[in-house]
């Protein structure tokens, strides 16, 4: 027999053998399976971890109510363990068999949605989104000291910066989010798109939420000297090279904003940004500001 799948036998066997140890459930973190131990779906939570999809099929034939049992720890469902685990092939068996995407946890009140708006790989997001999940989900757990933020689906896919960012904005936003949202408390707060585009120097969707008709009129956050920022300023605080496709979407939004009136060469560079600037490019600053 060929050494690799000796290998990958062995290796298959170690891991089944470590799942069913029993172990403290408080030391575990939220993509861990194991969290399902001694519970009626732990059947079904180890053939979504290993994609058997012929045993998902059996285990919720067996028991329909399954499907979106919820871990005891976080609330988590199968679907976003699939999810979190990029399982794809489990994530869409799941949903045939009629999965919740619209389930929220018990930690942040989140849901598949909001996490597969966030996974890097666009197909979990157009799977949950193509099997009822709502474009608009939002966080919704009560906020206390130091955990106050909530987000949206459409902030988690702006949020985590990668090459499907963009892809992931545009599935949500055609799907129906919400391209204005915000809630500013005073319990929670969940930002308005734009600022999180700002703050996450994602110009991309920045420029496409824009030309979808997002309201750039709108105060982007608060600074902690209590006074608001607006678009220009926010924009003044984005440093990017200037030969990266951000900058090349910035120089574009700022193009879209003073075709309405709003010129960014106006807006005063705030000095903590300029004292950036120099650290990042202490040679060529002064060039930088010029251009930026």
Avoid at 24 to 38: A, C, P, S
Avoid at 260 to 268: I, T, V
């Amino acid at each position: 027999m060929n050494s690799k799948y000796i290998i990958f036998g062995l290796v298959f066997l170690l891991l089944s053998c470590n799942r069913e140890t029993k172990v403290d459930k408080t030391k575990l973190l939220g993509k861990d399976y194991r969290l399902f131990q001694d519970t009626p779906a732990w059947a079904l939570s180890k053939a979504v971890e290993d994609e058997d999809i012929i045993k998902i099929r059996e285990e919720v034939a067996k028991n329909k109510s399954i499907i979106n049992f919820q871990e005891s720890r976080f609330g988590g469902t199968l679907l976003m363990f699939a999810i979190y685990n990029n399982q794809y092939k489990s994530l869409k068996t799941l949903l045939e068999l009629g999965a919740n995407p619209n389930l929220k946890d018990f930690k942040y009140g989140t849901n598949a949605v909001i996490y597969a708006a966030g996974n890097e790989d666009p197909e979990y997001l157009k799977l949950v989104l193509k099997y009822g999940g709502n474009a608009n989900s939002l966080e919704t757990a009560p906020g206390k000291e130091g955990d106050q933020a909530r987000s949206a689906g459409l902030n988690n896919a702006i949020s985590y910066v990668d090459p499907n960012s963009l892809v992931r904005v545009k599935l949500l936003v055609n799907a129906g989010a919400d391209i204005n949202y915000s809630n500013n408390g005073p319990e929670v707060y969940t930002n308005l798109p734009l600022s999180d585009a700002i703050v996450h120097d994602n110009m991309d969707a920045l420029l496409y939420l824009l030309e979808k008709g997002a309201d750039y009129d709108k105060i982007l956050y608060r600074m902690a000297d209590d006074h608001n920022v607006y678009i220009l300023e926010g924009l003044r605080t984005v440093v990017v090279d200037l030969s990266s496709d951000q900058y090349k979407a910035k120089t574009k939004a700022i193009q879209f904003l003073k075709k309405k009136g709003l010129d960014y060469d106006k807006e005063p560079i705030p000095d903590y940004i300029i004292e950036k600037v120099k650290k990042k490019y202490p040679k060529d600053w002064k060039d930088y500001i010029k251009k930026y």
